[in-house]
């Protein structure tokens, strides 16, 4: 049984918005409105708007949108009724128990259970005589037990089932492995580990939760070099990061961003404990926003082979919106006794030259725009005319594309130096440079304004509306109802008569809320509407609507979607051929976007 609809009423009246949007966002007030950099993707100015009157929110720049509920779902990567729990914990009520059981959230503790079961089942097979192997490897990669002990490192055995087997055997089915992703189905109906044979590093998030694993394979054996646990309810490994649960607790100014877990354990173990690696994956924008939760300065330390320079600079366009200082440690060019390159990571690195080698560094690492100039220093060929040109044409497109004038001024001239040209010669370059890109987005902009189908559709695809007319007057219908909820005794329509099933649905639902008396605020409909869903009905409300003449404006709205209906209905008619020639007009005008 869902929770009740009136106890959703009472704790989203107890939970105004603004208030739990401010314990993660920094808010500042501006016309009306709540401003602050939005937490779901990375920016350097606010587009993120909290709306007190209406108790939603709103990000210009992502399109995400909701209410209370939706932005606990969101931040908290919570189900609808967990985020009920969460707020109402937070404001001293009690969820009543409605008999049901929450299937999503009982599938979420068993497999957080399985996973814990299976780090110590991991830890403890590491100890005894089947981890020799294993721990062979640890002392080879010079890790010591304190510290194979604090990163809860252990050992898969080699057999095709003693991990299924034993965890059966405490009580886990053989589904709630699988949901784990701890065992693997076999064709014959049967199940198998997923990790065997393997050094196993358990990943653990900022809550101290086993959520998943990451391992490497022994020496000599075949298989996957790394390999990570899929992905479950809890293993999302585009928002995790190796050891953040350990740097959240760092006195250091900064954190580290390394390529690899091993990398991670030997920094910490050097006495750096601000190093984190994502697991496997690019970086992404997710991993920059919960970075910047924790920090005001990234140092990105990847390999110093060109696979690493690659993603670092990779790296640097996905953090260049990021709220963060960005800088680059760059491992020295290290050759073997032939005087050949060899690749070097942070762990061979520390190993080799020790903690105060990586800790100078460390602190002499260079700003992001330096190490963007001194990329393109180190293939540049400034002895030629063609190779100057080449380097300063692509620097002329680097330094154009920073924000800040002052950057400009400051490495322009580093950039017209190196090319052997005059800074004022550069900076009239980058200045048409820009223009020429400004005048790119205006002709654009101009393209998407001269389109009205593009313009008034959903950002989802799924949630394109198929009749613009009949979906505006349905969107201006849902806005004074939301202005003025006794208009919805009066709407003369019926859902089906919408042509956006999304603004049916939302009109339904409104209605049934009102008629038991109940609030018409959008944010109470997050356990009914998809994130995609929820977002598109804020930006729908946000729109300007007045209730001057309501009554007029409701029967304007109200007999445009009938007339669209009867259209519908009977495509043969006159109007509805008309309108069959403008929607394809309107769909040329969309594809030559």
């Given at each position: ?9 009472e ?23 709540l ?43 919570l ?16 969820v009543?128990?409605t ?8 599938k ?35 890790i ?26 405490r ?8 949901d ?70 760092t ?41 910047s939760?924790?920090t ?13 320079k690659k ?8 953090l ?43 602190n002499g690492?260079?700003?992001?725009n ?6 393109l ?20 497109e ?8 002052i ?5 322009g001239?580093k950039?017209a ?16 440079w ?15 304004n ?19 007319r ?33 603004l049916?649905?939302v009109?339904?639902?409104?209605r ?16 009914e ?7 598109h ?20 709205y ?35 976007q």
């Amino acid at each position: 049984m869902p929770i009740p609809e009136q106890f959703i009423d009472e704790l989203v009246h107890r939970s105004e918005i603004s208030e739990v949007v401010g314990e993660y966002v920094h808010l500042t007030p501006k016309g009306g409105n709540l401003w602050g950099l939005c937490p779901f993707h990375t920016e350097k100015t606010p587009s993120f708007s909290v709306s007190r009157d209406k108790q939603i929110y709103h990000c210009f720049g992502c399109g995400k949108g909701g209410g209370v509920f939706s932005f606990v779902m969101e931040m908290e990567h919570l189900s609808f009724p967990d985020a009920v729990r969460h707020l109402a914990k937070r404001v001293g009520m009690e969820v009543p128990e409605t008999g049901g059981s929450d299937e999503g959230r009982k599938k979420y503790r068993r497999v957080l259970e399985a996973n814990r079961e299976a780090a110590r089942f991991y830890h403890d097979y590491l100890k005894g005589p089947g981890g020799e192997a294993v721990r062979d490897y640890i002392a080879q990669r010079q890790i010591t037990p304190k510290f194979a002990g604090r990163f809860g490192l252990g050992a898969a055995p080699g057999e095709w089932d003693t991990l299924t087997r034993t965890l059966t055997a405490r009580g886990f089915s053989k589904m709630e492995l699988l949901d784990a992703g701890l065992a693997v189905a076999g064709k014959n109906g049967g199940v198998y580990d997923k990790f065997r044979s393997r050094l196993m590093l358990p990943v653990i998030d900022v809550r101290g939760e086993v959520v998943g694993f990451t391992s490497r394979i022994l020496p000599g054996l075949e298989g996957a070099k790394y390999l990570n646990s899929p992905e479950t309810v809890c293993f999302k490994k585009n928002q995790l990061l190796y050891a953040l649960n350990f740097v959240k607790a760092t006195k250091r100014p900064n954190i580290v961003l390394v390529e690899g877990n091993i990398d991670v354990i030997t920094l910490h173990q050097a006495g750096f404990d601000n190093v984190v690696a994502t697991m496997g994956t690019a970086l992404t924008a997710d991993h920059a926003r919960i970075l910047s939760r924790y920090t005001k300065e990234l140092v990105l330390c990847y390999d110093n082979d060109e696979a690493g320079k690659k993603a670092t600079q990779r790296s640097l366009g996905i953090l260049k919106d990021a709220d963060l200082t960005v800088r680059v440690l760059q491992l020295p060019n290290a050759t073997d006794a032939e005087g050949k390159p060899l690749k070097q990571d942070p762990d061979d690195f520390v190993k080799k030259f020790g903690p105060a080698a990586f800790e100078r560094c460390l602190n002499g690492s260079a700003g992001q725009n330096d190490y963007r100039l001194d990329v393109l220093l180190q293939s540049a060929d400034l002895q030629s005319e063609d190779g100057r040109r080449a380097f300063l044409e692509a620097a002329v497109e680097t330094v154009g594309s920073l924000q800040s004038p002052i950057d400009r001024e400051i490495y322009g001239a580093k950039a017209a130096a190196a090319g052997g040209v005059s800074a004022n010669a550069f900076h009239q370059t980058v200045e048409q440079w820009r223009k020429g890109r400004v005048r790119i987005a205006q002709k654009k902009e101009q393209r998407q304004n001269l389109a009205p189908a593009m313009t008034h559709q959903p950002k989802s695809r799924e949630l394109r509306y198929t009749n613009i007319r009949s979906a505006r007057a349905e969107e201006g219908l849902l806005r004074l109802a939301s202005l003025d909820p006794a208009l919805l005794e009066r709407m003369a329509v019926e859902p089906e008569e919408f042509s956006a099933p999304v603004l049916g649905k939302v009109f339904s639902l409104l209605r049934q809320r009102h008629s038991k008396g109940l609030s018409v605020q959008i944010s109470t409909l997050a356990g009914e509407l998809t994130g995609d869903e929820m977002s598109h009905m804020v930006e729908v409300l946000s729109q300007p609507e007045s209730l001057a003449n309501a009554e007029w404006a409701m029967d304007d709205y109200i007999k445009t979607i009938k007339t669209e209906a009867r259209q519908r209905e009977n495509p043969n008619s006159g109007e509805a051929l008309l309108e069959l020639r403008r929607r394809q007009r309107e769909k040329t005008m969309e594809d030559g976007q």
